[in-house]
């Protein structure tokens, strides 16, 4: 008898589950989906709706006429995933599923092809599809393929796209555009400093030499400040971004992770 609004209700086919991965805590182990009315929710909607009760087998009232059966419970998907589903119904209790056609086919669809299959060629034939099956008067749309891996920073612009967890490649070139100026600023300041402390660095040079250093102790030691500097400047940027991680979250709305710092892909 309790009301919730939720906009992450994700209406799917069973196949889903055969593409991606999902690690059930309850239920689901074999064919989610199954029935027509079967239903699977994250762990935190779980808590959300029953508290600490289990959620199998409980009822699911939809727009006050259609009842859903929780038939198992996943854990919640990753910060960094494109899915952001937080219930996963059968496609086939919906009226669409009932009455699909041509022109109706605003539906994402992930397409899983033979290892080495090219993508490109995949998308030549569902040219030639709509093309064979269409009539040209209706042809108001196209069917795109998008490798994976280039969904997150390449779909910003696609046109009613069900995902909230979208990239922008636009802001990461800016961003590190932004951040190769600052460098390009810093090492120029660093070069005006050393070049105003040039004359007491002759000096200390002068005593070097006149105490025995050679030219490879003297380029070994410039080395050495140079790499303290550096090591200083890159722990000093790994302390700031521990302590700032939850207010970039919270300016972006993105769900950067402090373990995420030390990922190869971030630390290359």
Not at 13 to 22: G, H, Q, S, V
Not at 66 to 86: R, W
């Amino acid at each position: 008898n309790e009301n919730f609004k939720e906009e992450k209700l994700y209406w799917c086919d069973p196949a889903l589950f055969n593409i991606f991965e999902f690690d059930f805590i309850a239920g689901g182990d074999t064919e989610p989906l199954k029935n027509v009315n079967d239903v699977v929710i994250s762990d935190s909607e779980s808590k959300r709706l029953f508290g600490g009760k289990n959620p199998i087998g409980q009822v699911i009232t939809i727009d006050n006429n259609q009842q859903l059966i929780v038939k198992g419970v996943y854990k919640d998907l990753p910060g960094n995933s494109t899915l952001d589903c937080a219930m996963i119904a059968n496609f086939q209790a919906t009226r669409l599923s009932k009455n699909i056609y041509w022109s109706n086919a605003s539906y994402e669809t992930y397409c899983l092809l033979e290892k080495g299959a090219d993508w490109k060629q995949v998308q030549r034939k569902l040219d030639q599809l709509v093309t064979k099956s269409v009539d040209v008067k209706e042809r108001w749309f196209t069917l795109g393929l998008q490798p994976l891996s280039r969904v997150h920073l390449y779909s910003k612009d696609i046109f009613s796209g069900y995902s909230s967890r979208t990239g922008d490649i636009t802001t990461v070139r800016n961003l590190s555009f932004l951040g190769l100026q600052i460098s390009i600023i810093a090492c120029i300041n660093y070069m005006s400093l050393h070049t105003a402390r040039s004359e007491r660095r002759s000096k200390e040079d002068g005593i070097n030499k006149t105490l025995g250093a050679s030219r490879k102790n003297m380029l070994w030691r410039f080395y050495m400040d140079t790499a303290l500097i550096a090591f200083g400047a890159i722990l000093f940027g790994f302390l700031l971004s521990f302590g700032s991680v939850s207010f970039f979250n919270y300016v972006t709305g993105n769900h950067l992770l402090v373990s995420e710092l030390f990922a190869w892909s971030t630390l290359g």
